[in-house]
């Protein structure tokens, strides 16, 4: 099991970060190239009609997150591939499902306290990947894609457990990123020093270290 991408929601469902992590000679990383909600191939065109500015928005943006608007300095923590955006937006739904007001809390497991009441496990399998959701008592909601190579399921409680704790240190650093006085509440996450803390926890969860 191994994490391909990260998102970060916030209390709203406004995206605040959305990030791919590629694994070296992975045989899905034709399909983890990363967009930029600009990315068009005018070859790929069925017809010669030309999408308006909207659609190609809504199908190149479904989270409405790469907007021309955007920092030009937001470097790869705002890169993701067209399919991870879609299994992240399609898994909010679940997400919803599973931790709405109308759940009663069920998801949570009974007593549990600190980062284990905030797991909310699996959220939905997608293919040969799988979503997992962690949410925090201020409703931020973290998602994260795994791709699940371990058919016979062997590793599965000890890689789960694994990824509970790496929750948890994401989370502490989301938390001493708002800290900070000149963070934007809502706003996109725009730090480098938070995009690499993140990007050596989860290559550290991959096992690839650079």
């Known amino acids: 099991m191994a994490l391909v991408c990260l998102a970060i929601v916030g209390k709203d469902n406004e995206p605040l970060y959305l990030r791919d992590f590629p694994l070296p000679n992975s045989t899905r990383n034709n399909l ?30 479904p989270f409405g997150f790469f907007t021309e ?17 879609f299994i992240c937006h399609a898994a909010l739904d679940r997400f919803y499902e599973l931790t709405g007001p109308n759940s009663g809390n069920r998801w949570r497991t009974p007593g549990a306290t600190g980062s284990e009441a905030m797991w909310v496990g699996l959220l939905c399998p997608v293919e040969e990947l799988r979503v ?11 998602m994260a894609v795994i791709e699940d190579n371990d058919e016979a399921g062997t590793q599965l409680q000890l890689r789960e457990a694994e990824l509970k704790t790496l929750f948890a240190s994401l989370h502490e650093l989301y938390v001493e990123y708002t800290l900070n006085p000149f963070t934007k509440i809502k706003a996109k996450i725009v730090s480098r020093r938070f995009d690499e803390s993140v990007r050596k926890s989860i290559n550290a969860f991959n096992g690839v270290y650079t």
């Not at 967009?35 to 943006?61: E, F, I, R, W």
């Not at 608007?69 to 955006?85: I, W």
């Open 69 to 85: 608007s955007m920092p030009k300095n937001t470097g790869e923590s705002h890169s993701s591939s067209l399919r991870n955006q």
């Open 32 to 61: 983890n190239a990363p967009l930029t909600g600009n990315d068009h191939d005018s070859n790929d065109n069925v017809s010669n009609a030309q999408p308006n500015d909207d659609m190609k928005q809504k199908y190149d943006d």
């Open 132 to 142: 997992y959701g962690y949410l925090t008592n201020t409703n931020i909601k973290f």
